[in-house]
Structures are given as structure tokens and as C-alpha cells.
């Protein structure tokens, strides 16, 4: 089965702080997605990434970075965390065909306080 | 742009009755649709899927949904509710001329009462 991992499942940081997302794939995917999920507001696309080194900017990118210098890892880095970055974050895999699906992790429940 | 919503926040089912959740969406071309489940504490799982072809997809767990292109529509249903279908569903949509993403609805939360 496809393994789609990130590194917390439940994180508490204060304002100001850098903070790091990590996640990691083991099926060899081109395709990694970084969502988060609000209650109300579904799942919105922060980041995407094609392939190593390539990004593209979601719907909510602001306040995020992302890194993907090797396959199986993408990152997700908030370069000083505010309050309303409280949220789960879920991290998505998939092969490079757009009519697959996407594998998920568990997600980091991120408090920021 | 692309869109999808779905209009009920909350559905509750008695177990064994037949459930539905509803999806309408709005691209510009012709669609690929996804159901996604989550349950408590764990992230999304794939269930179905539209790409082309017959109209009714049949997914895992029991799950189907309807593709209707005149109504703009993408319901998903099963016979016989279980309780252990309770948990959240989110509808997908992708426009293939378009973003490589795919776009999430809000979700439905879905409890079948024992």
C-alpha cells in the first residue's frame, strides 16, 4: 500500500515561530499537494508540486513556503506562524496522471499560539 | 474556474435505509469528479471516481455515485447505510483543461443512527 507520512500528528508553536512541515511518500510519486482543512471551509490548496524542485502556488499560499529537493519529501514552512495559521494540514501524493487519485496522510494538527 | 458544492452541511441516516450525498459542480470543460472519505483522526481516502464512460461508478465500501451532466451533478448514494459509514465525504473536481489540482467542496458530514 502507498504510504504517504508526515512527521506530527499534532504540533503547538507560538507567533513568530519558523515552522516545518514534513511529509514523505514512498510510492515514488511525481505529484505532491499541501491542503489545509478548516471546518466550513473544506480543503484548500496551499502548495503543489509537480516534481523535484518544481512548485506552483495553490489558492492560499500566503505565509507558506514549500521544498522539494528530493521525490519523496515536500515540505510545507511557515516563516513566522500566526494565529490564523491554526488548522489541520494534510499532505497528498500522487503518480503525474491528473484522473488519479491522491493518497493522503493522517495530517498535523498545527495550534499556533 | 472551476466549483463544487455541496449543499448539505450534516445528513443522518437510519442504518439499512438508502443514503445520498449531494455534489453539483461548475467547470468549463468536460469534468474528472472524486468522492473522498474521512474518518475521525485520520486523513482522506479515495472512493470513486469520474473520468469517462458509463455514468454510474461504482466505488469501494458499497459506495456509487451518478454522473449527471445535464443537472451538473455528481451524487453519491449507497443501498443500505451502515454505521460505520459514518464519517466525513468531500466531492472533487478537477477541469482537465485547467489547473493540475483538484478542487475540494466543504464537506458532508455523514451519520447513520443504529
Known amino acids: 500500500d502507498v504510504k504517504v507520512t508526515q512527521s506530527s500528528r499534532y504540533l503547538v508553536k507560538r507567533t513568530g515561530e519558523k515552522v516545518f512541515l514534513e511529509c514523505v511518500q514512498d510510492?515514488?510519486?511525481?505529484?505532491m499537494f499541501w491542503y489545509r482543512q478548516d471546518p466550513g471551509l473544506g480543503l484548500r490548496l496551499i502548495y503543489f508540486?509537480?516534481?523535484?524542485?518544481?512548485?506552483e502556488k495553490g489558492d492560499i499560499p500566503e505565509g507558506y513556503s514549500v521544498s522539494r529537493e528530493k521525490k519523496e519529501r515536500f515540505s510545507l514552512i511557515l516563516e513566522s506562524a500566526s494565529t490564523n495559521q491554526t488548522s489541520m494540514y494534510l499532505c497528498?501524493?500522487?503518480?503525474?496522471?491528473?484522473?488519479?487519485?491522491?493518497?493522503f496522510g493522517s495530517g498535523t494538527q498545527l495550534s499556533v499560539l | 474556474a472551476q466549483s463544487v458544492a455541496q449543499p448539505e452541511d450534516q445528513v443522518n441516516v437510519a442504518e439499512g435505509n438508502p443514503l445520498t450525498v449531494k455534489c453539483t459542480y461548475s467547470?468549463?470543460?468536460?469534468?474528472?469528479l472524486f468522492w473522498y472519505v474521512q474518518y475521525p483522526n485520520r486523513g482522506l481516502q479515495f472512493l470513486l471516481k469520474?473520468?469517462?464512460?458509463?455514468?454510474l461508478v461504482k466505488g469501494s465500501y458499497g459506495f456509487e455515485a451518478e454522473f449527471n451532466k445535464s443537472q451538473t451533478s455528481f451524487h453519491l448514494k449507497k443501498p443500505s447505510a451502515l454505521v460505520s459509514d459514518s464519517a466525513l465525504y468531500f466531492c472533487?473536481?478537477?477541469?482537465?483543461?485547467?489547473?493540475?489540482?483538484?478542487?475540494f467542496g466543504t464537506g458532508t458530514r455523514l451519520t447513520v443512527i443504529p
Open positions: 497528498a501524493s500522487r503518480i503525474r496522471a491528473s484522473n488519479e487519485k491522491l493518497f
Open positions: 510510492m515514488d510519486h511525481e505529484n
Open positions: 508540486s509537480y516534481d523535484v524542485k518544481m512548485k
Open positions: 467547470v468549463s470543460g468536460n469534468p474528472y
Open positions: 469520474y473520468i469517462t464512460g458509463d455514468n
Open positions: 472533487a473536481v478537477r477541469d482537465p483543461t485547467g489547473a493540475n489540482n483538484l478542487f
